[in-house]
């Protein structure tokens, strides 16, 4: 497999795993979803809901900055010596 095929191999599937995490987090903040969060229970003094919706914010934060990430790293026309614009 040459290089040029491995990164844009790379490059696919890192876009591939970005539109699955948008996937999940529209569907994990669907009403139906976040339905069952709605409990009147607090931990460590946070609603339920409240702590679901920002754990799952939380969560997508990460994994968009892990995958923008490796969008750096697979993207060829970005070169890791290049001062950024």
Not at 32 to 45: D, E, F, T, V
Not at 59 to 79: K, N, Y
Request: glycine share 4%.
């Amino acid at each position: 497999m040459s290089d040029h095929t491995e990164v844009q191999f790379l490059h696919r599937q890192t876009r591939d795993r970005a539109i699955v995490l948008v996937i999940v987090g529209v569907a994990v903040l669907m009403p139906p979803i976040i339905g069952m969060s709605l409990i009147p229970h607090k931990i460590a003094g946070i609603p339920v809901p409240l702590l679901y919706v920002f754990s799952v914010w939380i969560c997508l934060i990460a994994g968009a900055f892990l995958l923008a990430r490796r969008f750096a790293e697979s993207d060829p026309t970005v070169s890791s010596h290049d001062p950024a614009p």
